[in-house]
């Protein structure tokens, strides 16, 4: 099977030849964070989540791992099966996420915690993907990564890559600290892989340079991710999904989501190459 598919070539085609009439000065980006910029499988296993980063290195109370595991055990399935209608999925995460968040503030969560896992490991960034990121800076393109990780782990690991640029906007759930470095709550609203198109970005301080801006190309590996968009009045939309596993199954419901699916956790190359057409001709 070709890794790269794209659902429908005279469609791809057109939207292509908008996006280079337009030229880059009219692009941003919308992507997803956790096996979209970085890596679905590992050496053939599931790459750790962000979230799995907490939960696995013994930070925080005994009894957390067993209980974050527990919800997962129960919200996962809900999440990953596409056959589930897309209301019952935005309850089953906003429940999964707020009963997960609160556990991390009962069990000890502190700002020395994302100090020492981002200290202590890599995260496995696709190939190609912080060269995407260090490209698209530099010509300008502005980017706000929406994510249902936790934020100030997506900021912290960007800047160890020395990728936190100004360009760039990240969306997620940030944690409210007290004096002493300890989490006493979440931001509102709690963002979920389901809810994205629900986050009202106007009010953002950085939505002012979005306006012009109307052509969007959307990265994610959910069928939710696609939602990233709703709300704003683009112009042009080139939605890219990562289909990093269970591929048969899935592939069908991915195209008709995505124009352009990546399979087999595949890497930017194909990203990359459309964002150097757009900005050379």
């Known amino acids: 099977m070709n890794p790269i598919i794209i659902s429908n070539k005279t469609d791809f085609e057109k939207k292509k030849k908008e996006f280079i009439r337009d030229g ?70 906003l429940e999964w996420w707020t009963l997960h968040t609160d556990l991390l503030v009962r069990s000890e969560m ?31 393109i502005p980017v706000i990564i929406m994510s249902a990780g936790p934020g100030q782990l997506i900021e912290e690991f960007l800047k160890k890559e020395k990728r936190m640029y100004d360009n760039m906007h990240v969306i997620a759930n940030f944690f409210i600290w007290d004096a002493q470095g300890n989490a006493i709550g979440r931001r509102e609203p709690i963002i979920h892989t389901f809810n994205k198109h629900e986050i009202e970005m106007k009010g953002m301080p950085f939505y002012e340079s979005l306006v012009t801006k109307k052509n969007v190309i959307l990265l994610g590996d959910m069928l939710g991710d696609v939602g990233m968009v709703e709300g704003f009045a683009y112009n042009n939309l080139l939605k890219i999904g990562f289909l990093n596993e269970k591929v048969e199954e899935n592939l069908e419901a991915y195209k008709k989501q995505f124009d352009v699916v990546i399979t087999h956790d595949g890497d930017f190359s194909f990203v990359n190459n459309f964002m150097k057409e757009i900005v050379n001709n």
């Open 110 to 140: 502190n700002q020395s915690v994302i100090e020492d896992i981002v200290q202590k490991n890599d995260i496995h960034f696709r190939a190609g993907s912080l060269e995407f990121l260090e490209y698209i800076h530099t010509h300008h």
């Open 24 to 93: 880059s000065a009219t692009i941003h980006v919308l992507s997803d964070f956790d096996k979209t910029l970085t890596k679905g499988l590992v050496q053939g296993k599931k790459a750790n989540t962000l979230i799995s980063y907490i939960r696995d290195g013994n930070y925080l109370t005994s009894d957390y791992p067993a209980k974050a595991h527990a919800l997962f055990d129960v919200y996962n399935p809900i999440e990953i099966d596409v056959t589930v209608p897309l209301e019952e999925k935005k309850e089953k995460m």
